[in-house]
């Protein structure tokens, strides 16, 4: 029988940063540590994540690897160029199951040559929010059915790879316009609209056999009463386990998020967080960016093994978690995928998501491109975007919330537009934006650029919301920001 430390460790699933493990790390994977996330700083390519994964296991085989590889927005394994694949709001306004099968089969075929045995992927929220600032294109869509349906797909084909899909956010992240990582979130929808809408999809993936299920750091009233869901029994247990039928690992989203730990840390979070039926408890980005990782993992264990002591965590409800994350660390091992060929589910596939709006001028051979980069959210990233890389020699300019990124801020971004648009008097202009409908700074500059100059094409490569600037030439939505969907509107674009 393994001892109450072995037990802890073995239901956490931290992360270090940089490309090679600490020695601290391949330590704790000898005493009994569940297992890795890797994040965007960890890798560097397929060869060095191979040669990670393979000194992880050397100190102890039975791990978990896991990653956050959506495709789309969401890229781990191509963190420092895109994704090579269209996400999930392409792939949902495609509405082509089978190619959402066959492009998470190529995911979970990347991942298992490198070594990665657990996706923490697909998103399956039902975006009902379109000023939802989390979830956004990571989902398949705003229709629950629509939703379902891919979400099943998704997991098969994943799953085929010999790697485990976490369907997440449970009970569903898609009502809330906050974001979980720096708020607490609240969803006050009714018990019958949450059956409706944001229940199918998580029971599509129960049924498709998904191996884990992430929660969500959101209140629910009707179902989680003023606690997260996930410190919720009722959730976890009540609903995921007795209602829905779930038998597989519960995985709790990363815990230093504010919506998890805000207020009582993070070991006092991973003890509520197996209370309530969490089995493998996530450890994020986050905190391995500054000094004490190591610490923090043990503090969270030294949490975990007094609970127990405490009376407040049974030892049953802590072995029954450390079990469900072996189990987990099994899974896995389909050998001869073969390579990934994208001839069909990269730029192809992103092409057939591409919706015009308006007519496209005639002269966009002779653009100016003006990107506007609102922040990144933390679950996405400094990934790379934009057209600039599909169109070499072409103008582009690069603006944030605080102004033109190459000169001193103007006093306003109407200042910008103006100068701009004088500019580029005589030709056309192509703003490339993400989610231009949440940031007033954003929706100002375009307004005041269209206001000002006839030709002006929108290419919306975040949520395309109903806001549309009145005057606007055309609008391009691109249903996400990947490499793919840029290489497909660069060629819609040149294609004019």
């Known amino acids: 029988m393994a001892n109450l430390r072995e037990l802890a460790l073995r239901t956490l699933l931290p992360a270090f940063a940089g490309p090679r493990p600490p020695a601290w790390a391949l330590r704790m994977v000898e005493e009994g540590l569940g297992g890795f996330t890797f994040f965007g700083f960890n890798i560097v390519d397929a060869e060095q994540v191979a040669k990670l994964t393979a000194t992880i296991r050397s100190a102890r085989p039975d791990v978990v690897i896991a990653t956050d590889e959506e495709g789309g927005d969401v890229t781990r394994l191509s963190y420092s160029s895109g994704s090579p694949f ?136 009707a179902l989680t009463g003023d606690v997260p869901a996930t410190f919720s029994e009722r959730v976890l247990r009540g609903l995921l386990r007795d209602e829905l039928g779930f038998t597989g690992a519960v995985v709790s989203d990363a815990l230093e998020m504010r919506g998890a730990s805000g207020l009582i840390g993070i070991p006092e979070a991973a003890v509520r967080a197996l209370i309530a039926g969490n089995d493998v408890l996530c450890l994020g980005g986050e905190y391995p960016r500054v000094p004490g990782a ?36 099994r899974f896995g091992g389909v050998p001869g995928l073969g390579a990934v060929d994208l001839a069909e589910l990269g730029i192809p596939a992103a092409r057939r998501a591409v919706k015009v709006e308006g007519a496209l001028p005639a002269d966009l051979a002779d653009c100016v491109i003006i990107q506007l980069e609102p922040a990144a959210t933390i679950a996405v990233g400094e990934v790379p975007w934009g057209l600039a890389p599909h169109r070499p020699g072409v103008e582009t300019v690069r603006m944030t919330d605080a102004g033109l990124v190459w000169t001193t801020p103007p006093t306003s971004h109407d200042d910008v537009a ?69 290489g497909a509107v660069a060629e819609v674009l040149l294609g004019a």
């Open 86 to 221: 269209p996400g999930n709001a392409a792939l949902g306004v495609i509405d082509d199951v089978e190619l959402t099968r066959r492009v998470y089969r190529a995911i979970g075929t990347e991942l298992a040559s490198v070594g990665i045995t657990l996706d923490m992927a697909p998103a399956v929220d039902v975006n009902s929010a379109d000023d939802n600032p989390t979830i956004g294109t990571r989902s398949f869509g705003a229709d629950a059915s629509r939703v379902a349906a891919h979400a099943a797909a998704a997991i098969t084909g994943l799953q085929s790879t010999g790697v485990a899909a976490c369907a997440k956010h449970f009970p569903g992240h898609g009502a809330t316009e906050e974001d979980s990582h720096h708020d607490l979130p609240v969803v006050t929808a009714s018990l019958d609209l949450l059956n409706s809408r944001e229940l199918p999809p998580f029971l599509a993936a129960i049924d498709a056999g998904v191996r884990a299920i992430m929660t969500a750091h959101i209140i629910v009233p």
């Open 294 to 329: 190591d610490e923090l993992v043990e503090a969270t264990v030294a949490a975990i093994v007094g609970a127990v002591e405490e009376g407040r965590l049974s030892e049953e409800r802590l072995a029954e978690a450390a079990s469900r994350s072996a189990e987990l660390a």
């Open 418 to 486: 103006a100068a701009l648009a004088v500019q580029a008097a005589g030709r056309s202009i192509v703003v490339v934006s993400r989610d231009t409908h949440r940031h007033a700074w954003a929706r100002d500059f375009v307004e005041g650029l269209v206001r000002r100059h006839p030709g002006v094409v929108l290419v919306e490569m975040g949520w395309p919301a109903p806001w549309r600037p009145a005057g606007l030439a055309a609008y391009i939505a691109t249903y996400g920001a990947s490499r793919a969907n840029a």
